[in-house]
């Protein structure tokens, strides 16, 4: 129960896919709940997502880190550092608009997912991520000098909360338990769009139908992953439902009838499809991966090139057991599936998981 005059919450996604956004849905949906006021800033495709999410929710514009991954030159994308200088700007020019939002605007608390500028000396400022122990792909000591950095970016604010089970099993594995924590840490627990829907996913059929696939991510690796399953799916002997995740595609001027085609869809009409699917193809972005463990659903991971956290994740997962992962250069639909069938499939214990922020969540805002 609030007991005192609403907060007014300033909550901050980071901008690569959506995947940022769709996690903070159950942090915003529970502020509201608790009679307090959130604001969402993001730049115009968060936006739309918000909006179709809420509804009548107050969006404010912030202009994103607009991050690519590029198929080429892949030692340069290891751990973004060809992209470092543009991020250090960006997080200096977010800063800088904060403060000035700040001066402007009754901000009580401020909840930032992984954008390192949105901390304020004056104002309790916590953010969300899943990844301490950066991999760079480039080895141990540019590792160690990367986590770093970011400690230092990390202790900036007032608390860091770690999006992942404290103990096991757990989902991040090394990239969310290092060795050695910054200061001021909490763990979070599990964030999922999905989590208050109140039915549990089905379990996959032998034949993998309908076969979903879920595309997410930043340019032009989404696109390029979208070129390559859809000419593999428009000759797949069964039912699919194909999910670019951008507005800003144009549709194929070809559709089979086997396939349901979407470009982009709300979490509404998202999450019946998730829970009838007989398998998932995807990305092993960490929102994802997050959605699908509270579905109970099996899926085929496809990390992007280049992107190591990813990488990581999906090496990590395959080898628990809990998704199946493999390459984007020369994937196979058929033979995935085929090798999907033989994996030992089995969903981590971490139901319990995904309620934790909320003790976390009300905790931090009765001390505004």
């Known amino acids: 129960m609030v007991t005192n005059k609403p907060k007014h919450i300033l909550i901050a996604p980071l901008d690569w896919g959506l995947g940022h956004t769709s996690r903070c849905v159950p942090i915003i949906r529970y502020i509201l709940s608790l009679g307090h ?3 969402v800033a993001g730049n115009d495709s968060q936006r739309s997502f918000i ?3 809420f509804g009548n929710i107050e969006i404010i514009h912030l202009n994103g880190y607009n991050i690519s991954y590029s198929g080429w030159n892949m030692l340069a994308q290891m751990g973004m550092l060809s992209q470092m200088p543009r991020i250090l700007k960006t997080i200096k020019e977010e800063h800088q608009w904060l403060v000035k939002l700040c001066g402007e605007r009754q901000i009580d608390g ?5 954008r390192y500028g949105l901390y304020h000396p004056g104002i309790p400022s916590v953010i969300l991520t899943h990844q301490l122990q950066v991999r760079t792909g480039l080895g141990n000591i540019p590792d160690r000098a990367v986590q770093i950095l970011h400690y230092q970016h990390l202790e900036r604010f007032s608390e860091t909360w770690i999006v992942d089970a404290q103990g096991i099993p757990n989902l991040g594995g090394k990239l969310s338990h290092p060795s050695s924590l910054p200061a001021h840490t ?4 599990l ?3 999905f989590e208050n829907d109140g039915e549990p996913g089905l379990e996959s059929d ?3 139908s309908p ?3 879920l595309l997410s991510g930043p340019e032009p690796q989404r696109s390029t992953l979208s070129r390559i399953l859809w000419q593999q799916a428009i000759h797949y002997k069964g039912k699919v439902v194909f999910i670019e995740g951008s507005d800003s595609v144009i549709p194929p001027p070809a559709i089979p009838p086997a396939i349901s085609y979407y470009k982009r869809l709300t979490d509404e009409r998202l999450a019946p499809l998730l829970r009838s699917a007989g398998m998932v193809i995807c990305r ?3 929102s994802t991966l997050m959605d699908l463990v509270t579905l109970r659903k099996k899926a085929i991971l496809i990390p992007t090139p280049g992107q190591t956290e990813q990488e990581y994740l999906g090496r990590h997962l395959h080898k628990e057991g809990i998704f199946y992962c493999t390459k984007q250069k020369g994937f196979d639909i058929n033979a995935a599936l085929n090798e999907a069938r033989m994996f030992p499939y089995h969903s981590p214990a971490l139901e319990g998981a995904y309620t934790i922020y909320k003790k976390v969540v009300e905790k931090w805002i009765n001390k505004l």
Do not use: C, K, M
């Open 211 to 213: 076969l979903v696939i």
């Open 51 to 53: 909006e179709e999410t």
């Open 110 to 114: 401020i909840i930032s997912d992984n």
């Open 186 to 189: 909490t763990y979070s627990g």
């Open 191 to 193: 964030l999922s769009r």
């Open 37 to 39: 006021i959130p604001l």
């Open 284 to 286: 092993s972005g960490y």
């Open 206 to 208: 032998s034949a993998f």
